[in-house]
T-cell receptor
Framework: EDKVVQSPLSLVVHEGDTVTLNCSYEVTNFRSLLWYKQEKKAPTFLFMLTSSGIEKKSGRLSSILDKKELFSILNITATQTGDSAVYLCAGGLTGGFKTIFGAGTRLFVKA | ETGVTQSPTHLIKTRGQQVTLRCSSQSGHNTVSWYQQALGQGPQFIFQYYREEENGRGNFPPRFSGLQFPNYSSELNVNALELDDSALYLC????????????FGPGTRLLVL
C-alpha cells in the first residue's frame, strides 16, 4: 500500500532557528514529491521535486529529493513566527490523478 | 485570476443524511480533485474529475460520488452520512498538463452528529 511518512509529527523552535522536516515515501508509480504548507485550511504549494539531488529554493525554504533512499527533506532557515503551520509532504503518481499525503509536521515557532 | 472557492464553509448534518459540497476551480484549470482531511491527518484522496468524468478514485465507498460541470466546477455528494465522515473536505484544481501542482480551496468543514 502506498504511504508517505513524515517526521517529526510536531516541532517547537525559537525564532531564528533552522529546522529540517523529513519525509519518506513508498509509492508505486512514483512521479514527484510535493511539499505544501497548511496554515488554517487550504494547503498552499511550496515545491515539486522530480529529480534526485537537485535542491529547490524559495527564500528561506529549500528542499531536496533522494530517489534512491525514497526520502525528502524540507529546510527552513532563520525561522519566523509566520512559519508556524502544518507542513505536508505528498507523493504524486504517474498519470497525475492521485496524490498520497503524509500526516504532516506541525511546526510552532516561538517569538 | 480567481482562486479555488468552496461552499459552504461549515455544515452540520445528522447521521444518515445526505450532503452536497461545491467547488469552483481556479480560472484556466480543468481538473478537480477532492480530499477528505480528518483532524490531525493529511488529506486523503477521494477522486478526481477531468472532462466531466471520474479520472481516478481513492479508497472511499460508493456513497461518495461527484460531478463535474462544463465550466469545470464540481460537486461532492455523500449519502448515508456516518459519524466518521466528519472532516474538512478540500477541493483542488489543476491544469491538465501539470496535474500535480494543485491549488486548494479553503475547504468545507463537515460535522456529522
Amino acid at each position: 500500500e502506498d504511504k508517505v511518512v513524515q517526521s517529526p509529527l510536531s516541532l517547537v523552535v525559537h525564532e531564528g532557528d533552522t529546522v529540517t522536516l523529513n519525509c519518506s515515501y513508498e509509492v508505486t508509480n512514483f512521479r514527484s514529491l510535493l511539499w505544501y504548507k497548511q496554515e488554517k485550511k487550504a494547503p498552499t504549494f511550496l515545491f515539486m521535486l522530480t529529480s534526485s539531488g537537485i535542491e529547490k529554493k524559495s527564500g528561506r525554504l529549500s528542499s531536496i529529493l533522494d530517489k534512491k533512499e525514497l526520502f525528502s527533506i524540507l529546510n527552513i532557515t532563520a525561522t519566523q513566527t509566520g512559519d508556524s503551520a502544518v507542513y505536508l509532504c505528498a507523493g504524486g503518481l504517474t498519470g497525475g490523478f492521485k496524490t498520497i499525503f503524509g500526516a504532516g509536521t506541525r511546526l510552532f515557532v516561538k517569538a | 485570476e480567481t482562486g479555488v472557492t468552496q461552499s459552504p464553509t461549515h455544515l452540520i448534518k445528522t447521521r444518515g443524511q445526505q450532503v452536497t459540497l461545491r467547488c469552483s476551480s481556479q480560472s484556466g484549470h480543468n481538473t478537480v480533485s477532492w480530499y477528505q482531511q480528518a483532524l490531525g491527518q493529511g488529506p486523503q484522496f477521494i477522486f478526481q474529475y477531468y472532462r466531466e468524468e471520474e479520472n481516478g478514485r481513492g479508497n472511499f465507498p460508493p456513497r461518495f460520488s461527484g460531478l463535474q460541470f462544463p465550466n469545470y466546477s464540481s460537486e461532492l455528494n455523500v449519502n448515508a452520512l456516518e459519524l466518521d465522515d466528519s472532516a474538512l473536505y478540500l477541493c483542488a484544481s489543476s491544469r491538465t498538463e501539470n496535474q500535480e501542482t494543485q491549488y486548494f480551496g479553503p475547504g468545507t468543514r463537515l460535522l456529522v452528529l
